[in-house]
């Protein structure tokens, strides 16, 4: 049995932050069940390099049998190549899996989601993003990827090949966002990861 989680880190997705609704549900059930657990979710700079050098530095000393690491959309990917370098779980929720091919239409200055900062999103971020792309996944069972046939952002077919052999959640509908995430799926990445209420 793997070890109980004792640090947690969840990742939001490209313009998002930890104002996103999973975030702050995520959030919110850790604060009330598991305040032991040390968690992070941090907002994200756009330079990939960067966000990736930021969560390297936070996460450098946890220890990787009991960190796990949540990651949405574009933090699916940032989780994965977490996880592969330091050895630990991995839920993704609707993770992208070529960010460097996807992202290109949005080079230029952009808005966040959820408030009203713009940034730019450099061509350069796309060389950033291809040189951060595991090549493969090592050890499958250390992933959990939450997948919906309805995304309306990413492909199913491609999410689910690019994660086929590690644990499965394949949703008929749904959307990006995963509307019903609280109590649809909640519980599931809990158990996953090992945290049990307390």
């Given at each position: 049995?793997p070890?109980?989680?004792?640090?947690?880190?969840?990742?939001?997705?490209?313009?998002?932050?930890?104002?996103?609704?999973?975030?702050?549900?995520?959030?919110?059930?850790?604060?009330?069940?598991?305040?032991?657990?040390?968690?992070?979710?941090?907002?994200?700079?756009?330079?990939?390099?960067?966000?990736?050098?930021?969560?390297?530095?936070?996460?450098?000393?946890?220890?990787?049998?009991?960190?796990?690491?949540?990651?949405?959309?574009?933090?699916?990917?940032?989780?994965?190549?977490?996880?592969?370098?330091?050895?630990?779980?991995?839920?993704?929720?609707?993770?992208?899996?070529?960010?460097?091919?996807?992202?290109?239409?949005?080079?230029?200055?952009?808005?966040?989601?959820?408030?009203?900062?713009?940034?730019?999103?450099?061509?350069g971020?796309?060389?950033?993003?291809?040189?951060?792309?595991?090549?493969?996944l090592?050890?499958?069972?250390?992933?959990?990827?939450?997948?919906?046939?309805?995304?309306?952002?990413?492909?199913?077919?491609?999410?689910?090949?690019?994660?086929?052999?590690?644990?499965?959640?394949?949703?008929?509908?749904?959307?990006?966002?995963?509307?019903?995430?609280?109590?649809?799926?909640?519980?599931?990445?809990?158990?996953?990861?090992g945290?049990?209420?307390?």
């Amino acid at each position: 049995m793997p070890a109980d989680i004792t640090h947690l880190l969840y990742l939001h997705g490209f313009r998002s932050s930890p104002q996103s609704t999973k975030a702050r549900i995520t959030a919110a059930w850790m604060q009330q069940h598991r305040p032991d657990v040390e968690w992070w979710c941090p907002q994200l700079p756009p330079s990939p390099r960067e966000a990736m050098q930021m969560v390297q530095g936070r996460v450098a000393d946890w220890p990787a049998s009991s960190m796990g690491v949540i990651g949405s959309s574009l933090g699916g990917f940032y989780a994965t190549a977490i996880a592969e370098r330091h050895g630990c779980r991995a839920v993704l929720l609707n993770p992208a899996v070529d960010p460097a091919r996807d992202l290109t239409k949005y080079i230029g200055e952009i808005t966040a989601w959820h408030s009203d900062e713009r940034f730019f999103f450099e061509p350069g971020f796309i060389a950033e993003l291809r040189q951060m792309a595991p090549a493969s996944l090592t050890t499958l069972q250390r992933y959990f990827a939450i997948i919906a046939k309805g995304d309306e952002v990413l492909s199913w077919v491609e999410m689910s090949a690019r994660y086929a052999g590690c644990r499965l959640k394949l949703l008929e509908g749904g959307d990006h966002a995963l509307s019903d995430y609280e109590a649809a799926h909640l519980p599931e990445v809990c158990a996953f990861l090992g945290l049990t209420g307390r």
